[in-house]
C-alpha cells in the first residue's frame, strides 16, 4: 500500500557539496535540512543560484514496503535517481526495484547531441516516508555533469567548464565561427574552441601554451581584457570572459560593452572570493537574456550564460 500527496508549491534544493552555506543563505529561516537537500515551502523573493539541482515538483509518499515505495515511484514517472541523507540501505534497496540508470560519465562533444530522458530525483525521509520529484532542473544525477577527461591535449582543466556549457545548451561555436576569448592564458577554453573548428581572438597579459599561439585558428593579443573595443572584432557571435576580477568588473564590462554590441552569445566566469559580492548576482540575473548557473566544475563561482533575445 502507497499513498502520494503532492506537496504544491513547494522546491527541493540540493546544495553543491563545500558550498552548503551559500544556499542556506539565500534561502528562507523556514526550511527543512536532510543533508545536502533543503526543502522549501514558500514562494522565494529572489532567484536562487547556488545550488546542484533543484526539485521543481515535490510529492511525498507514505508507503509500507519496499516494493511499495518502487511502485509509487514508478506510477509517476520511469526514471529516479536517488539522495539519501539517512535510511542508505532501505533506500538502495527502493533504487535497486527501479529502472536502472547508468552514472557512466558523458563523452564530449557526443554530449551535446545525447537526448536526456526526465530524470526525477528522490529521497527518504523516514523508514515509511519517501520526497520526489519527477520534475528537476538538470537532467543529470544529483545536477552532476561529469565527463570522460581528456588528460592530454587541453593546458587546464577549465576546458570541463565549457565542455558542461555546451553539453547543457546543446550548441557551441561552429566551424569557423568567430570568437573572443578573454583571459585566455593558458588555453583550456581556447583549446575547446579550437577542437570545435572555431576562430579564436584570445586575449590575456600571459600567453597561451605554445601549441596553441602557433594555431592557425588562433590570434593571440596580450593586453588588458576589458580595454578590448568590441567594434573592432565584427562578426565575432561569442563572447567568452574567465578573466579573474570582481563581478562587478564583469558586470560594468558587459553591460558597457558586450550588451550593445553584435554579440549574441556569451559565457563569463563570476569569481567569488567572499561572499561580499554577492548582491551583483541578481543584477546579472536581470540582464534579459542571462541566465546563470553553478556548472559542477565551478569552485566559488557562477556560471553568466548570456543568448540575445532580441
Ligand atoms: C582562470 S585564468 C583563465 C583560464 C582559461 N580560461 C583557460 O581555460 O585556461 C584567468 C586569466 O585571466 C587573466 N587576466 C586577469 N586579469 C586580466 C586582464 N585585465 N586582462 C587580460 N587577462 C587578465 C590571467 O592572466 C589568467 O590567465
Known sequence: MYQITECENTKAYL???????????????????FGRL????????NPVFWFANQWQENYQIEFDSISDCAKALSSIQKNWWPYFSAH??????????????????????????????????????????????????SPRPHGEWNFVEDRVGPPSRA???????????????KPKEKCLDLGASPGGWTWVLTQLGARVVAIDRSPLREDLMTSPLVQFQNGNAFSVNLEDYPDTS???????????????FFMQKVLPSSIQNAVCTLKFQGSEHYPVIQKFAAIPGGS???????KHELTFVFRRTV
Not at 546544495?15 to 535540512?33: M, V
Not at 561569442?238 to 560594468?252: G, N
Open 238 to 252: 561569442w563572447l567568452f570572459c574567465d578573466v579573474i576580477c570582481y563581478p562587478e568588473k564583469l558586470y560594468e
Open 292 to 298: 546563470l548557473i553553478h556548472l559542477t566544475h565551478n
Open 38 to 45: 533543503i526543502w522549501v515551502k514558500e514562494e522565494l523573493k
Open 159 to 173: 576546458y570541463l567548464k565549457l565542455w558542461e556549457v555546451f553539453s547543457m545548451l546543446q550548441m557551441c561555436p
Open 15 to 33: 546544495a553543491i557539496e563545500g558550498l552548503e552555506n551559500q544556499l542556506l543563505q539565500e534561502l528562507p529561516s523556514e526550511k527543512e535540512i
Open 88 to 137: 542508505a540501505r532501505r533506500g538502495t534497496l527502493i533504487q535497486d526495484a527501479l529502472p536502472y540508470i547508468s552514472p557512466k560519465p558523458l563523452v564530449f562533444p557526443g554530449s551535446m547531441q545525447t537526448t536526456y530522458p526526465p530524470l526525477g530525483s528522490w529521497t527518504l525521509l523516514g523508514p515509511n516516508t519517501a520526497l520526489a520529484s519527477p520534475v528537476c532542473s
